[in-house]
């Protein structure tokens, strides 16, 4: 069971950055996955989730107009596409496989994390 997300950096205030998560074919080809992040001295929050057929997300409201979540099974992956950075959105961004095929947003609902990407908005 693995998951790895990468694609993070270092982005000035209103630029863009793509993470992506790639899944073991086990782990989440049947799962809904979803996008959590980290900053500093903060708790995990919730950032966006996908369905494990791609057509039902949710995503959390400080970044909802701004980040899309998609998939794409035939490579086992989930992406986030980030639009619009605020250096509030800095953070360590982790990706996640749910417990079932649904999209969800609640922390407890997932049971595989893989190890996250870092990214870093200047303003």
């Known amino acids: 069971v693995q998951l790895q997300a990468f694609g993070g950096g270092l982005v000035q205030a209103g630029g863009s950055l793509r993470l992506s998560c790639e899944a073991s074919a086990r782990t989440a080809s049947n799962n809904g996955m979803g996008w959590f992040r980290q900053a500093p001295g903060k708790e995990r929050e919730f950032v966006a989730t996908?369905?494990?057929?791609?057509?039902?997300?949710a995503y959390a409201d400080s970044v909802k107009g701004r980040f899309t979540i998609s998939r794409d099974h035939a490579k086992n992956t989930m992406y986030l596409q980030m639009n619009s950075l605020e250096p509030e959105d800095t953070a360590v961004y982790l990706c996640a496989a749910a417990r079932s095929s649904s999209a969800t947003s609640h922390f407890s609902g997932y049971h595989y994390w893989g190890r996250g990407t870092q990214v870093t908005v200047s303003s």
């Open positions: 996908i369905n494990w057929k791609g057509g039902s997300t």
